[in-house]
């Protein structure tokens, strides 16, 4: 009799236990899952926050390659090869090549989330059954980013990011990701030129 309720006391901890033990992860798991889910076309409305400056709200979309991204004053439109960045108030444009090595999000929206393990490090800051901070660090040193931390969680989509902090060398910027989108029916805005013919045109290629 002992034996049994022995028996019955495991298996009823083990029923509790085991949600935890299938969305145990590492965060190589965590990180891989979110690039995963952050694939294909999707938009995403955000709020860029700052030390001693106002929040500002933004929006972007990604398709692949193309992006489109809007905050404040600017719009940013980038092909994979090239980028043009419009301020709207001084009326010009921005044109350069695509920074095809930056994980910021502001400045390359199409590898926000694309983490390489060879070039990133990473450790589970807080875990939860359903959520996660992972903070991660650039494994060559000398980096414009010292430290990503990304506070995700599991939707039906999969692992999605809930808010990116970039440490630049003490300098932080945290974009809170307020809403995202995914399908076809997200919109992104391609470049043409036509559109800003009354721009001044800055050109670094």
């Known amino acids: 009799m002992i034996a049994m309720k022995r028996i019955r006391y495991a298996v009823a901890i083990a029923a509790m236990l085991l949600p935890f033990a299938l969305h145990a992860q ?3 798991d ?4 979110l690039a995963r889910t952050m694939k294909g076309r999707y938009g995403v409305g955000f709020t860029m926050q700052m030390q001693g400056e106002q929040p500002m709200g933004g929006y972007y979309a990604v398709d ?5 991204l809007t ?5 940013v439109y980038g092909d994979g090869k090239l ?5 709207n108030e001084r009326k010009e444009v921005t044109e350069d090549r695509v920074n095809i090595d930056s994980f910021d ?4 929206p199409t ?9 990133f490090s990473s450790q589970i800051e807080t875990a939860a059954a359903d959520s996660a901070v992972i903070v991660l660090r650039p494994r060559k040193s000398g980096e414009a980013i010292s430290m990503i931390r990304i506070s995700v969680r599991r939707t039906q989509h999969g692992v999605e990011p809930v808010k990116v902090e970039y440490d630049f060398d003490g300098d932080r910027i945290g974009i809170v990701l307020d809403r995202i989108e995914f399908g076809q029916s997200v919109e992104v805005r391609r470049w043409n030129s036509k559109s800003y013919r009354a721009y001044e045109m800055i050109s670094f290629l």
């Not at 980028?83 to 301020?87: A, F, G, L, V």
């Open 111 to 119: 590898r926000a989330f694309d983490f390489v393990d060879s070039e």
């Open 105 to 108: 999000l502001l400045n390359n």
């Open 83 to 87: 980028r043009y960045e419009i301020n």
């Open 64 to 68: 692949g390659d193309l992006y489109y």
């Open 71 to 75: 905050l404040g004053v600017s719009e």
């Open 26 to 28: 590492t965060s190589t």
């Open 30 to 33: 965590w990180v891989g899952e």
